[in-house]
Structures are given as structure tokens and as C-alpha cells.
């Protein structure tokens, strides 16, 4: 089992930054790939970053590539979602997940076995 909470969302002027934070608990979080999904007011969740067990690759919707950057501390059992120059189409609340066992192609579906309870990102322009 992975539990995993997210924090560092709030509002923010377009062009800033946030750093989201995902802290998970259970010994299987350092073999689990982690994405970051969004969900927009009245639209469905997407895809938006995603980075496999070691750290040594990281995935991104292109709407968010250049801008955007995952990582993790498996030390620290977190992982990272940094937002440079946000914009108001980046609205929307923002969801860490885990899957314990993927392919490349699964990482960007949203077939992920454990999921935080979101923190939204608000940006005002």
C-alpha cells in the first residue's frame, strides 16, 4: 500500500512558479513510478508529468514540457512537481499517483494503482 499526499498548491500570477509536493508512505514507493495528472473545471483529467523509479526518466504532456519538471527523493519517500511560468491554462487541481509496475506507454493513462486527494493550482492572469 502507498498513500500519498500532495501539498504546495495556491494561487499564483501568471508567469510565477509553484512547487508541488508529494510525500507517499509504504516501503514500495522507491519501485513505483509517480505522475503528475491535473483536472481543469468541468474536464477530465490529464496527464502531465511522470518519472519511473530511479529518477532517470521523466515523461511530460507537451503543453507543460520547458516549463515543468518532476522529480524525486526516494530518501525522503517525495516527489516534485516544479511549475515555472505558469499560465491561467494551468488552472486546475493537481494529482500525484504511483504504479507499481508500467510500461513506458502506461505511465501517460490514467491506470495508476494509488492516488493523493489533490491540491489545487490556481493562476490568475
Known amino acids: 500500500q502507498v498513500q500519498l499526499v500532495e501539498s504546495g498548491g495556491g494561487l499564483v500570477q501568471a508567469g510565477g512558479s509553484l512547487r508541488l509536493s508529494c510525500a507517499a508512505s509504504?516501503?514500495?514507493?522507491?519501485?513505483?513510478?509517480m505522475g503528475w495528472f491535473r483536472q481543469a473545471p468541468g474536464k477530465e483529467r490529464e496527464f502531465a508529468a511522470a518519472l519511473d523509479w530511479s529518477g532517470g526518466y521523466a515523461y511530460y504532456t507537451d503543453s507543460v514540457k520547458g516549463r515543468f519538471t518532476i522529480s524525486r527523493d526516494n530518501a525522503k519517500n517525495t516527489v516534485y512537481l516544479q511549475m515555472n511560468s505558469l499560465k491561467p491554462e494551468d488552472t486546475a487541481v493537481y494529482y500525484c499517483a504511483a504504479k507499481a509496475t508500467y510500461s513506458r506507454s502506461s505511465l501517460e493513462t490514467l491506470n495508476y494503482d494509488y492516488w493523493g486527494q489533490g491540491t489545487q493550482v490556481t493562476v490568475s492572469s
Open positions: 509504504g516501503r514500495t514507493f522507491s519501485r513505483c513510478a
